[in-house]
């Protein structure tokens, strides 16, 4: 149980154009999704936190009118990129809370890598 | 908010033998700490959590100890085989949000 995908699992676009990725739980639903960033040999960093329903909250120095995110379900959340630039190259993956009372566990996809030429 | 720190940054170890990785965080009030496993170009993969109430959790050759006084954590991985080399993250958890260490590359030497 606890399976977390993601579309696509890589992407190669041109520099000011958009670009969505979907993060889906697949056996379970989850009211909160997450969004992280990694960049090679490093930690990853939490972007947004995603609420079915509700606006995402995003972290500090994260551009909200950049990185545009939509938690339409309680099995789907995506995040735009638009107007991409050759630094948002990364990898991008999301994370899901089951939302069962008292546990936090995430549950990541596998990841998209995404490239901006 | 949280700070975690992570060593070592990179550990080889022969097969067969342990391999400890710890982590210190900042912040009391954190109160769930998972790690996670990432293979090259994969997402990470939980394998093992503690929380706050416990002080230590084991899983077969995986264990974790946690010291709350302190606020340090520890990951233990006895009888290391080939396929535990990978990068592993410590993390802590404060009011539902994730602070990842700086990652352990581990090695495994057959």
């Known amino acids: 149980g606890a399976v977390v995908s993601q579309h696509p699992s890589r992407v190669i676009c041109k520099s000011g154009t958009s670009v969505k990725i979907e993060c889906r739980s697949l056996?379970?639903?989850?009211?909160?999704m997450f969004w992280y960033r990694q960049f090679p040999k490093q930690s990853l960093m939490l972007m947004a936190t995603?609420?079915?329903?509700?606006?995402?909250?995003?972290e500090q120095g994260v551009e909200k009118d950049k990185f545009l995110i939509n938690h339409a379900s309680l099995t789907l959340s995506t995040l735009t990129v638009t107007s991409a630039h050759p630094e948002d190259s990364s990898f991008y993956i999301c994370?899901?809370?089951?939302?069962?009372?008292?546990?936090?566990?995430?549950?990541f996809g596998p990841g998209t890598r995404l490239t901006v030429t | 908010g949280e700070n975690v720190e992570q060593h070592p940054s990179t550990l080889s170890v022969q097969e067969g033998d342990s391999a400890v990785i710890k982590c210190t965080y900042s912040d009391s009030a954190s109160n769930y700490f998972p790690w996670y496993k990432q293979e090259l170009g994969k997402g990470p993969q939980l394998i093992i959590d503690i929380r706050s109430n416990v002080g230590e959790k084991k899983d077969q050759r995986i264990a974790v100890t946690l010291n709350k006084t302190a606020k340090h954590f520890s990951l233990h991985i006895t009888e290391t085989q080939p396929e535990d080399s990978a990068v592993y993250f410590c993390?802590?958890?404060?009011?539902?949000?994730?602070?990842f260490g700086t990652g352990t590359r581990l090695t495994i030497i057959p």
């Open positions: 994370s899901a809370n089951p939302g069962t009372s008292g546990t936090y566990e995430q549950y």
């Open positions: 056996d379970f639903q989850a009211t909160t």
């Open positions: 995603s609420n079915e329903g509700s606006k995402a909250t995003y």
């Open positions: 993390a802590a958890t404060l009011n539902e949000k994730l602070t």
